[in-house]
């Protein structure tokens, strides 16, 4: 399954898809894309426009939703292999946690019989740590992809719920009713990195609030960090490489606490970086704030965790080299700056 074919990837204007599809792009591979509305596919095609010696006909977009079954069959048609991406990814924590999990789980499963149907040979989706290293109480924790999100614990994120609920949905569905379909997922912590438009994804909005200067103080919290390109990276590999049904990657290059990252982007950033908080907001003060916030409650829970997300599995089995944290908070910070969105 080396040879680049013809492929689906779902969500063609998010952040990670956008990425994956510049490499498959540049590697030869025929990409079929799903976009909610086709008024978008100019400014995607835009924003693909850099990837040199790409023919106009070389990628098609599909108008789906993950939360409709119209146009998932015409999108999969002809495709060989499948990167699902699509999945909500919000800014702000939802009243209803099913506002997130029903189309996180939903949107996979029509994805995953829209492919079924269309004769793919191989589903590379896009699940998360988050679905891996929650729920396990506070402290320093070590997962591995043998390791589950406990949904059982108190306080377990909307996010969180919908990731870990969409990948064993989609794991049982495969065991199922998935006939020969090669499925394995990879697992990302927070993505960083380039960014290519103020259309950017959720975790960059981290270094963006840094930036701006919203965090004015920093609670004892950290995650793990991967650089988008390593992501993608990570998924070709998957895509292609033998052996890979029933596979789960993590994609982290490492815990990085959120004082260390502002430490980043005051050490280079100069001037550039001059509203970036240097205190430390203590662990009473965040705890009295969660009282009133529902998106300050979440980082309350997390005060002092670390966890460790090993990727040492996609390392052995693929090859897999990501950049250091380090340059992917950069960067994101110095697209941010380039792009105007946070000032100088």
Not at 29 to 40: A, I, Y
Not at 196 to 214: E, F, T, W
Not at 253 to 272: C, K, N, P, Q, S
């Amino acid at each position: 399954m080396s040879a680049p074919s013809r492929i689906l990837v779902t969500g063609g204007t998010g952040y990670i898809a956008g990425v994956l599809i510049r490499q498959l792009l540049a590697d030869g591979w025929q990409v079929h894309t799903t976009v909610r509305s086709l008024s978008r596919e100019p400014a995607l095609r835009k924003a693909l426009g850099a990837s040199r010696g790409v023919k106009k006909d070389q990628m098609h977009c599909f108008a789906a939703d993950l939360m409709a079954d119209a146009g998932w069959a015409e999108a999969a048609a002809g495709c060989t292999h499948l990167a699902h991406v699509a999945s909500p990814l919000p800014t702000d924590v939802p009243r209803d946690a099913n506002e997130l999990i029903v189309p996180a789980r939903d949107g996979a499963l029509r994805a995953l019989k829209a492919a079924r149907d269309a004769g793919v040979q191989r589903v590379v989706m896009t699940s998360s740590v988050a679905a891996i290293s929650y729920g396990h109480g506070p402290g320093d924790h070590h997962f591995t992809e043998r390791d589950w999100t406990n949904l059982d614990a108190p306080d377990v994120p909307p996010y969180v719920q919908s990731k870990t609920v969409a990948e064993r949905a989609a794991r049982d569905w495969v065991a199922r009713e998935g006939g020969g379909l090669e499925f394995c997922t990879v697992n990302p912590s927070v993505v960083l990195g380039p960014v290519a438009s103020a259309d950017y994804s959720a975790s960059v909005v981290i270094v963006q609030s840094l930036l701006q200067g919203r965090i004015p103080a920093m609670p004892r919290i950290g995650f793990g960090i991967v650089d988008v390109r390593d992501v993608a990276e990570l998924h070709r590999l998957a895509l292609t490489a033998p052996g890979m049904a029933g596979e789960r990657f993590i994609a982290c290059a490492g815990f990085t606490w959120l004082r260390d990252i502002a430490a980043v982007l005051r050490e280079e950033l100069g001037a550039d970086a001059r509203r970036v908080p240097t205190l430390n907001l203590p662990d009473w003060s965040v705890r009295l704030m969660a009282r009133f916030s529902p998106l300050v409650r979440n980082a309350a829970s997390e005060l002092g965790t670390a966890r460790h997300q090993d990727a040492s599995h996609a390392r052995e089995v693929l090859g897999w080299a990501p950049r250091a944290p380090r340059e992917a908070i950069l960067k994101s910070a110095q697209d941010l700056i380039a792009l105007g969105v946070v000032g100088r």
